[in-house]
């Protein structure tokens, strides 16, 4: 499954800073959509208002509408929950959970929520898990190690993996592969293109040229100065963005030195 | 105490009492300066009464009139005999014959003190324990005492006083013997617990007091003298002798004590009468004369005849080491006891 | 492959004969020097003050020097935070010791005391006090009868009273820190919570004690009835469960509410963002990696209360019997039975058998509650976070 | 820009649709509030207790009918110098223990090494497994007694000092005593709390301060102890509690009287926890209601000490860790 | 001031495991090294030991000699914090003081020497650092604010602020681009380009074309399965092993697609 998000005029405010002004944006279902853009233009902020997880920063909350395949799910009543289990994501930092093995960690979103399954099946989920992150591996012989005791960048395969599990419509990914060596983020492109074929995934990434790789469309935001509003400047093909911005502020990050 | 309700009750009770019959359960509370006799006694009814079970929550006096009164206990103990305000509160549990009182346990208070050295009883009058306990008389050799004492080696000592820290009977009986005997020196209330303006070493219970006066060189105290062990006691001065205590010297005061209407006994702290032991601990059975129902009024009167009782009364005294009530006492409290009856 | 094996040692790299990083420290054996010193410094000190040798004095004298000659070398011989890193070592070894003088101290006493008692009579543990009178104690002091009685029916009470108290507080204390920590968002209610809970650490025991007997007599009189036969039912070890939850529920809150707000949120949000629940996000995330410092916490609250005297002779009388039933009857707990053995002695003319079932009882008393430690820390240990990463 | 019709979810919406375990998330929360109001009304009913007990004793002339109190003119008479004891009592304890806890919960998470670190975490929980009545009898027992001659040093040695003023006692049962218990009594409370927060320290800040190189000393002064705070403060509120509120080992190891900012003087200074537990039991009518009054007033020092706590942690609130 | 690096036959261990094993490598003071390798071959743990940070884990331990200017830092009797006072270094995940004001983070490394220092020339490091690490524009307004609020990216700068700010003689960078956009990393890179003017640089990093960019010399480390230990395979002039390196394994890794 898959799912078309819309986004409808979304202001996004942690407390009384407005962090994100007046996003709108349609991402097609079975596609890669970038996020690029300088540091604190509020990419994060607006990715984690797609499965409503900003709300969880105590005093943080969106206004506007956000559409999952046409249901707003900043309408009243929507229990984020199911917001959640249908939009999976990745976060910029590794985040496994300290007390469980790595096996667990693959687990959790079912475990978690109480789903009850075989031996079998579980060790189905973990294997495709964690061959689709590329780690399985490296860890196919310590899957009841903790997951802490991995490096970064296992970490964030591990977290990736996790989130994979437990197949979700949508999938966010926050800077996946700011902390993985070239083979991993390879793998992890590979992941994503594969994903696109039945998922919907969003990916923000300083790396243009993962951007330009992976990516069907692009979303450039920026901002303007300190304590001012991050904002959806162009979004595009990725193509016409990177060869053909038709913003200036695009073209001047674009065009400046980058790795 | 007020009285003035039909004792037809108390007739059908008289015949309630032929053993083998009674079972239950008596609760009763109080007095913790009971609390071992209790036990023995506790377990001595159960030799005439197998199926009776009592027992005895040894919260403190107060608590256990308090207890009695808003009827949590059946039988209160009591270091104080209850005044008029508690007698006519224990009507709403009692009905309006209201309560008595049965000296049951009997204990002299020893004036106890820790000289090593000192092999024979030193003896005070009445006056010089006052002035020692008040820390007007400091030292062991002071002339007040030696003076009494002569031949008696008393060393160059400091006396510490030692006192009960928390509210006692024992604290009350010694004061008020000391107001009533040393009114010139004791210039104090008669007060359950110690005058705090006389400041001196202070220990919980009885236990506590005999064992700092123990482990405190110099030390004096004043306690229930089946406690005090090892430690000297004082010879108290009483008219031209000196008594030491004794059971049998305190159940003398008992018995030539004035007794009140509801059972209670007013001691007289300054007699002159020889062979009476002045400073005695009188703790009391509280005890309604009608109960509520058939069973406790039955309970209640079997456990009071095993405690008067000869064989009650030495229990104790093997347990506790208290002094047996004299036969007259007994008789007057056996009177009581045989009327507890149900309201009507 | 140039470099991985140069094995030619380049002469620049040459280790020098000096290290340049251990220049200007004072030597390895200074502190062998410094603590001869400070031995000797104490013992003279001693000597003189108390014109004569005391150990005490002496050992206490010889750390403080040692504390302090030893700052004073490494602020002369090297810097000032070597020195201070060098005090504050030493002041924390220092806190150590000293905490284990009054432990040793006490634990020396108990056992010292108590366990002489329990080789020779292991059967206090299974007996009470049922038939035992000061007659039988005189007879164990004045003819060598054996020791009578035990505190069984302590034991059972107290286990009793205990697990009951920690039924009913562990649930609300740690309900009511995890409303704190993951549901209010600061409003009044919780800020009445949080102090009232701070408010409620103070509350005297005995004061707890008349608490709980005021409130069960309340319920029983209003709902059962008010005659002497009802009043008589409120004194049960129900009631004394009630009053030591009154003094449980605080530290089970205020340790948890800290635990709880030491997880990290990512972990929350990683939870969050697999789509599940808030509540078993903090069941199955949450929890688990707080679980040591809450299984501490709630240790620490049943040794409080296993060791309170005060409020539970108030509640549930004074029994010398067993009793098994927590809602009719009276029960004695062990501190109940220590301290009325101590305090007031089964035979007053003979204290000793008394003192030396109470010292057992304490010895008993000890050993569970270490036990209850024990098992809280493997339950911990099961949880908690494997750290081994960074 | 926007295509799709309907802003609302359509009807069966799997937005809306609950996904197993909604009602979970209800009960929970609403148990959890549940334990808060249950709390808070426990809390009501000892205080409503506490205040209709004792207003015989705080208007004796409106609720009793009496002129004073049973044990002095006025309340206030009877209760500031209890008061003044326990304050002095648990202030002692306080500055004897929040150190010496504080570093054994150190020397456990920072300085231990790891097979010592976690048989020493186990026997200072010892410490709080200990029953307070024994804690009272070893008080009473010896520690008392050896304290004597620490007080016969310090009244010659620092006698000018007010607290060291006064005829040193000869049995040691002084309000100095009883704060010495009362600290060993609540060290374990606070090295435990202080112990678990110490560890939780994130190994990220610890690693930054040790790159920095800064030394072991300054590594904690600069993350773990900003990081506790909170926690410390919580831990020693935890301690003083129990030190306010603790009875049976203060009536044990104290020879109670009036109020004296001697500390090594027996006779002297009276705790009301202990002043309840000596006198409850022969307490009747308007004593017990003096006695519950001065519980009320302990109840009101608790009150005051942690608000003050709140107000210090709260100061930083912004600047405190976890995020 | 700028110091050489020696290490002679060191071997890493975290408790009985070998992560890093026999490396022999001499780093040039006023230059700045690259370490490449796939996740996990211990190019971070290598990191570490050089300015003995390694040892901070319970259980981890170095044998071997690592000299710095020819004296051996794990010689007995070696105070670790004198080496890390000489040895600075930027985590791969950005830890700024949770409890320190922006201000009080960056001048948290000279408090420690209880250097009193006007309020002048604290401002005056204050300022220096964050223009260094291109974060004095975004946060030259709260300065009083915590650290923690910032976004990953201007956190991870902060952390690098602070480390030069105490102007060490060697800085150890573990992926310290790896959270940033790619104007910032532009300002790092340039940074680091000064930096070498004056320091040894030490950089870990997945990104190649950064390495090719910055650094003088690369050092790739691999592993050969898991469980096993990292090695150094070669270590050489940068544009020697992009264009022409020695050994297979690097070759393989270099044309790899990367990104
Ligand atoms: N919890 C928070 N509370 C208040 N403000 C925040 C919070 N998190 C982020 N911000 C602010 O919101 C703005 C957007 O931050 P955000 O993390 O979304 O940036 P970003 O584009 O993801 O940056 P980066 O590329 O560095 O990750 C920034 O100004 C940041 O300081
Ligand atoms: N704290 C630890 N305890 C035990 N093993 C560890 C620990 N940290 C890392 N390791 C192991 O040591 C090896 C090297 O890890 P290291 O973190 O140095 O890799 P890395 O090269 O930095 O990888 P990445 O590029 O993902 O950061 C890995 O196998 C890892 O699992
Ligand atoms: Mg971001
Ligand atoms: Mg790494």
Not at chain 1, 199 to 215: D, E, K
Not at chain 2, 117 to 131: N, R, Y
Not at chain 3, 290 to 304: E, H, N, Q, W
Request: glycine share 10%; hydrophobic share 45%.
């Amino acid at each position: 499954m898959s799912k078309r998000i819309d986004a409808r005029n979304l202001n996004v405010y942690y407390s009384k800073f407005l962090a994100v002004e007046d996003v709108n944006i349609n991402i097609e279902p079975r596609s890669v959509t970038a996020f690029i853009g300088p540091s604190g233009c509020g990419k994060t902020t607006f990715l984690r208002t797609i499965n409503r997880m900003h709300e969880v920063i105590p005093g943080a909350y969106a206004e506007g509408e956000l559409l999952l395949d046409g249901d707003n799910i900043y309408a009243p009543g929507v229990d984020p929950v199911n917001v959640r289990a249908m939009v999976g994501m990745v976060f910029q930092r590794p985040n496994p959970f300290p007390t469980m093995s790595i096996r667990d960690n693959i687990l959790a979103g079912h475990r978690l929520n109480g789903a009850r399954m075989s031996r079998s099946e579980a060790d189905d989920i973990v294997e495709r898990s964690l061959r689709g992150s590329n780690l399985w591996n490296e860890v196919k012989d310590r899957l009841d190690r903790p997951g802490s005791g991995l490096s970064g960048g296992q970490q964030q395969r591990l977290c990736i993996a996790r989130t994979i599990a437990v197949s979700p419509d949508v999938i966010l990914m926050d800077e996946p592969c700011s902390a993985l060596d070239p083979i991993s983020t390879l793998a992890i492109e590979d992941l994503i293109n594969d994903l696109k074929e039945e998922y919907t995934v969003v990916i923000v990434t300083h790396n243009m040229q993962q951007a330009a790789r992976v990516a069907d469309k692009t979303a450039f935001f920026n901002i303007a100065g300190t304590g001012k509003p991050g904002k959806l400047i162009e979004y595009d093909d990725t193509s016409t963005i990177f060869s053909n911005p038709a913003n200036e502020e695009t073209q001047n990050y674009i065009s400046g030195r980058f790795g | 105490g007020g009285s003035n309700g039909g004792s037809n009750g108390g007739g059908e009770g008289g015949e309630g009492g032929d053993s083998g019959s009674i079972a239950g359960t008596l609760i009763g509370g109080g007095a913790s300066s009971q609390e071992s006799a209790m036990t023995a006694w506790v377990e001595g009814v159960k030799g005439e009464h197998a199926d009776l079970t009592v027992q005895y929550d040894p919260v403190g006096s107060g608590s256990g009139r308090e207890g009695f009164l808003n009827g949590q206990y059946s039988f209160a103990g009591s270091d104080a005999a209850m005044d008029d305000d508690e007698k006519s509160q224990a009507e709403s549990i009692c009905g309006p014959e209201g309560v008595f009182h049965v000296p049951a346990y009997i204990s002299p208070v020893a004036v106890a003190y820790n000289l090593p050295e000192v092999s024979e009883a030193v003896k005070m009058d009445a006056d010089t324990i006052a002035k020692v306990f008040t820390g007007e008389i400091s030292k062991w050799n002071d002339e007040a005492i030696a003076s009494q004492n002569e031949g008696v080696e008393l060393p160059d000592m400091d006396i510490t006083v030692v006192h009960r820290a928390d509210e006692s009977g024992t604290t009350e009986n010694f004061t008020e013997y000391l107001a009533a005997a040393a009114p010139d020196s004791w210039t104090h209330d008669v007060v359950e617990a110690w005058p705090s303006d006389i400041a001196a070493e202070s220990a919980q219970q009885t236990s506590g007091v005999v064992s700092l006066t123990n482990s405190t060189e110099g030390a004096i105290t004043y306690a229930d003298a089946s406690q005090v062990g090892e430690l000297g006691t004082v010879a108290v001065g009483v008219g031209e002798e000196y008594v030491e205590y004794s059971a049998d010297a305190a159940a003398q005061a008992v018995e030539s004590a004035e007794q009140a209407e509801d059972g209670s006994v007013e001691l007289d702290r300054d007699t002159e009468e020889g062979g009476v032991y002045p400073i005695v601990l009188v703790s009391y059975h509280i005890y309604c004369k009608q109960y509520q129902d058939q069973e406790t009024a039955d309970l209640a009167k079997a456990f009071a005849t095993y405690v008067v009782s000869e064989a009650g009364q030495s229990e104790a005294e093997g347990a506790a080491g208290s002094a047996p009530i004299s036969a007259g006492t007994r008789d007057a409290a056996m009177q009581s006891i045989d009327a507890i009856g149900v309201q009507g | 492959m140039k470099t991985t094996d140069t094995a030619a040692p380049d002469p620049r790299t040459q280790v020098k004969k000096k290290n340049a990083l251990t220049a200007g420290q004072k030597p390895a054996w200074t502190w062998i020097a410094v603590l001869v010193g400070a031995l000797v410094l104490a013992g003279v000190v001693t000597a003189v003050l108390s014109g004569g040798f005391n150990w005490p004095g002496f050992v206490i004298l010889t750390g403080v020097f040692y504390v302090i000659a030893m700052y004073i070398v490494t602020l002369v011989v090297e810097n000032r935070r070597r020195a201070t890193d060098g005090l504050w070592k030493n002041l924390v070894w220092g806190a150590f010791l000293v905490a284990l003088l009054p432990l040793i101290s006490v634990i020396w006493t108990v056992v010292g005391q108590g366990l002489p008692t329990l080789l020779a009579n292991p059967n206090m543990l299974w007996v009470d006090m049922g038939g035992v009178t000061g007659a039988s104690d005189q007879a164990t002091v004045n003819e060598g009868a054996p020791l009578m009685g035990g505190f069984l029916h302590g034991l059972i009470g107290s286990v009793a009273i205990t697990a009951i108290a920690t039924l009913i507080s562990v649930p609300i204390g740690l309900m009511a820190s995890i409303y704190l920590v993951e549901y209010s968002r600061g409003g009044w209610f919780s800020k009445a919570i949080t102090f009232f809970v701070d408010v409620m650490t103070g509350i005297p025991s005995i004061v707890a004690g008349l608490f709980a007997f005021a409130a069960v007599q309340l319920f029983i009189t209003t709902f059962i009835g008010e005659g002497p036969a009802q009043l008589q039912m409120v004194k049960m070890g129900l009631t004394a469960a009630i009053a030591l939850s009154v003094l449980m529920i605080p530290v089970v809150v205020r340790s948890t509410e800290e635990m709880l707000r030491v997880v990290p949120n990512e972990l929350r949000e990683a939870s969050y963002a697999l789509g599940v629940r808030k509540w078993r996000t903090i069941l199955k995330v949450v929890l688990p990696t707080a679980m040591s410092g809450i299984a501490s916490g709630v240790t620490l609250a049943i040794a409080r209360v296993t060791g309170e005297t005060a409020p539970i002779l108030v509640t549930a009388g004074f029994a010398a019997t067993v009793n098994w039933n927590v809602f009719s009857g009276w029960m004695t707990a062990l501190p109940v039975y220590i301290y009325r053995q101590l305090v007031n002695p089964t035979a007053p003319a003979a204290a000793e058998p008394s003192a030396l079932r109470a010292w057992a009882a304490a010895l008993v008393l000890i050993i569970i509650v270490m036990v209850l430690n024990l098992i809280a820390r493997i339950i911990a240990q099961a949880f908690a976070p494997k750290k081994t990463g960074r | 820009m926007t295509q799709t019709a309907s802003a609302e979810p359509k009807k069966g919406s799997a937005l809306k649709r609950s996904r197993g375990g909604a009602a979970g998330d209800k009960v929970f929360s609403n148990t959890a509030l549940a334990a808060g109001v249950i709390i808070l009304l426990v809390l009501a009913f000892v205080a409503i207790f506490l205040v209709t007990e004792s207003l015989p004793a705080l208007w004796p002339q409106v609720f009793s009918n009496q002129d004073s109190i049973a044990s002095a003119d006025t309340f206030g008479q009877y209760v500031l110098p209890l008061m003044g004891g326990t304050v002095l009592a648990s202030i002692i304890a306080l500055i004897l223990a929040t150190p010496v806890a504080v570093g054994i919960a150190l020397y456990i998470s920072h300085y231990a090494p790891r097979k010592i670190a976690t048989p020493v975490g186990y026997v200072i929980d010892l410490l709080a497994a200990i029953p307070s009545v024994v804690y009272g009898a070893w008080g009473m027992t010896f520690l008392a007694a050896s304290m004597v001659p620490i007080y016969g040093w310090l009244h010659n040695n620092l006698g000018f000092i007010p607290f060291f003023a006064g005829d040193p006692s000869t049995t040691g049962r002084t309000l100095l005593t009883s704060g010495v218990v009362l600290a060993v009594m609540i060290l374990p409370i606070i090295t435990s709390l202080c112990r678990e927060i110490f560890i939780q320290t994130p190994k990220l800040h610890e690693e930054a301060a040790l790159a920095l190189g800064a030394t072991r000393w300054e590594m904690i002064r600069m993350t773990v102890f900003p990081f506790a705070r909170a926690g410390i403060i919580s831990s020693v509120m935890l301690g003083l509690g129990r030190a306010l509120g603790e009875t049976m080992a203060v009536t044990l190891v104290l020879s109670p009287g009036v109020f004296s900012l001697s500390l090594i003087t027996s006779g002297r200074n009276a705790t009301i926890p202990s002043e309840i537990a000596l006198n409850f039991p022969e307490a009747f009518g308007m004593r017990q209601s003096e006695l519950i009054a001065a519980g009320l007033m302990l109840f009101i020092i608790t009150l005051v000490v942690n608000m003050i706590a709140r107000w210090i942690v709260s100061r930083h609130k912004e600047f405190s860790g976890a995020n």
